[in-house]
């Protein structure tokens, strides 16, 4: 509770109460450095004593950098506390993330960041700053919305004694007995499990393995179908581990295999304190492997006729949009389609751009191109649509993660300079100009809007 408060101190500033504390306490200290006075009531040295745990996984998300210190601030990463080596020379102590900017361009300046932090520079470059001056934020490292609470914290201290290693573990290292066999759950369940590390499951990976090829994307999103995207990368299965009483430590998240996954479950813990003391992976695991059945194959591919909301306006434009990555050189290709009903031209253009950190920082970045391509071409109606149901869902209900936070408040401020904007998702079937245009940016590496 008390680190609640002490988060809404850190976050709210302006807030009533916040000002009551920090303009009794904190005349000559910000909040984060403030040390306890003696005389201080007991109410005060314990949010003194919230802080100091709060701000161990506290970090800054960075838009315009004006309000984050280079050396002061945990900022490089949003999920880890990165911590830059110090000390710095007496000139550069000061330096705010905006000294490192190309201002107001949501560029870094190389040569700065070159020379100040050459040790760090490739983690800057993964950081995508805000180009129209949004503010930076306080963020709490162990959520993805960078949102504080207790669970998390809960959860990180869980995390920090628990012995689970984060080794990479093989078919020959996994434990059968122990992970499979010996866990508390019903005997139909470890067979289950047992299929899941065997690839005996007819997944879509599976079965392609076995020479059926037709229909075996994920029925959730349209991606391969291993058994790892059945439990834990499909976007499906994230929303379902985020609504479970048990929620997967970083360690699970960043889990490379599906021994791995079994051998890291039993750790979970149940919260809040239900009473179940039975292996609830076993049955989410389960539940996430059954859901497929209600939600099947498409078998016929989607209709490739734009059907249209009944609210859109007239002459509203259409713009698709869509990236593609590259894991090993962590580069993307964007793309985006603009059509417009009342004239037979379409506007097209891809960007490339390199150090990007995941495919949804992608998507997001060729939604930003493509706002900024229609706000270019003076439209002022746009149904904006994008093959990633995470990132429309984030962005229409204002809650971003915080990897996306620069480029999501870009496209915040871009979408208020149109009279109507509606954000969508859209089937990949029916995103195919876009998707093709991204992954030749990919290829080639090149720029070139064009208009046709
Ligand atoms: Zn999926």
Redo the contacts with the bound molecule.
């Keep these: 509770m008390l680190a609640k408060l002490a988060w809404r101190l850190f976050n709210r500033p302006d807030c009533l109460l916040a000002h009551t504390l920090l303009g009794k306490y904190c005349h000559s200290n910000s909040f984060r450095s403030v040390s306890c006075p003696t005389s201080s009531s007991h109410g005060w040295r314990s949010i003194l004593t919230s802080r100091d745990l709060l701000v161990r996984h506290l970090g800054k998300a960075i838009s315009n950098g004006e309000t984050t210190k280079v050396w002061g601030d945990s900022w490089l990463s949003t999920t880890e506390h990165l911590a830059i080596c110090g000390p710095p020379n007496e000139t550069d102590r000061d330096l705010v993330v905006a000294d490192l900017m190309l201002r107001g361009s949501a560029r870094w300046n190389e040569s700065n960041v070159e020379s100040i932090l050459p040790t760090v520079a490739h983690f800057i470059y993964q950081i995508f700053p805000s180009s129209l001056n949004a503010e930076d934020k306080f963020c709490w490292q162990r959520t993805k919305s960078g949102i504080y609470s207790v669970r998390s914290e809960y959860y990180s201290m869980i995390e920090c004694t628990e012995a689970t290693t984060n080794q990479i573990v093989t078919n020959r290292e996994f434990n059968w007995h122990k992970n499979i066999w010996a866990v508390e759950t019903t005997p139909k369940l470890r067979l289950f499990l047992w299929k899941l590390a065997q690839g005996a499951l007819p997944l879509g990976a599976n079965l392609q393995t076995r020479g059926l090829t037709t229909n075996t994307n994920?029925p959730?999103?349209n991606?391969p179908?291993t058994a790892i995207?059945l439990i834990l990368h499909?976007?499906?299965a994230q929303q379902v581990w985020e609504l479970a009483p048990i929620s997967p430590t970083t360690k699970f998240f960043n889990s490379v295999s599906i021994y791995q996954i079994l051998t890291m479950a039993p750790a979970l813990v149940c919260l809040p304190r239900t009473g179940i003391t039975t292996y609830l992976f076993s049955w989410i695991g389960w539940n996430l492997w059954t859901s497929r059945a209600t939600n099947p194959r498409p078998t016929n591919p989607m209709p490739s006729t734009t059907i249209l909301p009944a609210s859109l306006p007239l002459n509203t434009a259409i713009c698709n949009s869509d990236a593609a990555w590259s894991r090993q050189t962590l580069r993307a290709g964007l793309g985006w389609v603009i059509s417009h009903e009342s004239s037979s031209h379409t506007l097209q253009g891809t960007s490339a751009c390199g150090h990007v950190s995941s495919p949804l920082l992608t998507e997001a970045l060729a939604i930003r191109e493509s706002l900024r391509a229609a706000k270019e071409a003076l439209l002022p109606k746009v149904w904006m649509r994008s093959d990633s149901q995470v990132l429309i869902r984030a962005i229409n209900s204002k809650t971003y993660p915080m990897e996306l936070f620069g480029v999501l408040m870009d496209v915040e401020f871009l979408s208020s300079s149109f009279d109507f904007i509606l954000f969508s998702f859209v089937p990949r079937a029916q995103n195919s100009t876009a998707d093709s245009l991204a992954k030749s940016a990919l290829d080639h590496g090149s720029f070139s809007p064009v208009l046709n």
Excluded: V, W
């Design positions: 994920c959730h999103c991606a179908e995207h499909c976007p499906f």
